[in-house]
């Protein structure tokens, strides 16, 4: 059964940094897309980060120099660093799978499989 886990999740203050692992089971994490979700109180999910299956990397303009999206298909896990964290990115953060390459990392609808999410705090 296909399943995605995330963890790391927490409060901290602005400024620090957190990083959010998310493990996955039940199928080849070797190919398709693996993408990095977020969804603040009453704002829709939005699209963190995405990562290839050949590494090549796509971030939101919010997160871009502060993120880091990397994985690892031999322990079937992604991973977000996140550094410099300010309050707004104070969200639900959510991974995802997508069983094929994803023409747009960002957008949700590519992705096949999603995991419960893990809440990150950051406060000023």
């Known amino acids: 059964q296909e399943q995605l886990v995330e963890s790391g999740g927490g409060s901290v203050q602005a400024g620090g940094s957190l990083t959010l692992s998310c493990a996955i089971s039940?199928?080849?994490?070797?190919?398709?897309?693996l993408g990095w979700f977020r969804q603040a109180p009453g704002k829709e999910r939005e699209g963190v980060a995405g990562i290839d299956n050949d590494g090549q990397t796509t971030y939101a303009d919010s997160v871009k120099g502060r993120f880091t999206a990397s994985r690892d298909n031999a322990k079937n896990t992604l991973y977000l660093q996140m550094n410099s964290l300010k309050p707004e990115d104070t969200a639900m953060y959510y991974c995802?799978?997508?069983?094929?390459?994803?023409?747009?990392?960002?957008?949700?609808?590519?992705?096949?499989?999603w995991g419960q999410g893990t809440q990150v705090t950051v406060s000023s």
């Open positions: 039940g199928f080849r994490l070797d190919v398709g897309t």
């Open positions: 995802a799978a997508s069983l094929w390459r994803a023409h747009y990392p960002l957008r949700t609808n590519p992705y096949n499989y």
